[in-house]
Nanobody, 124 residues
Framework: VQLQASGGGLVQPGGSLRLSCTASGRTLRYWAIAWFRQAPGKEREGVSCIHSTGDSRYTIDTQPGRFTISRDNGKNMVYLQMDSLKPDDTAIYYC??????????????????WGQGTLVTVSS
């Protein structure tokens, strides 16, 4: 399974980005999808996760109201809307799945399949 993350870029503090995750030749509709990020010199950190049906979502407490995960199974896409971005949000963002219907927590080792990552840089 090869996931593909996209949508990163350079944005000013306070700005917004929407990241997208899809898979070539495979449907994501039966799997929970998680977003992780890794800043330079730091460990990979879980950000958010969404159940396969989209009716259960989890976002880490440090991002209340700023990050919103969603999915469109008809388009085979999972999104991470990021608002009010801060310089500390600068990182490579990855989508991942363990091919389970439910989220497997926010521990990277619980997810077997990963996208290549997309770089988000928040800077003025």
């Amino acid at each position: 399974v090869q996931l593909q993350a996209s949508g990163g870029g350079l944005v000013q503090p306070g700005g917004s980005l929407r990241l997208s995750c899809t898979a070539s030749g495979r449907t994501l509709r039966y799997w929970a999808i998680a977003w992780f990020r890794q800043a330079p010199g730091k460990e990979r950190e879980g950000v958010s996760c969404i159940h396969s049906t989209g009716d259960s979502r989890y976002t880490i407490d440090t991002q209340p109201g700023r990050f919103t995960i969603s999915r469109d199974n008809g388009k085979n896409m999972v999104y991470l809307q990021m608002d009010s971005l801060k310089p500390d949000d600068t990182a490579i963002y990855y989508c991942a799945t363990g091919r389970e219907r439910s989220c497997s927590g926010m521990t990277a080792t619980n997810y077997e399949y990963w996208g290549q990552g997309t770089l988000v840089t928040v800077s003025s």
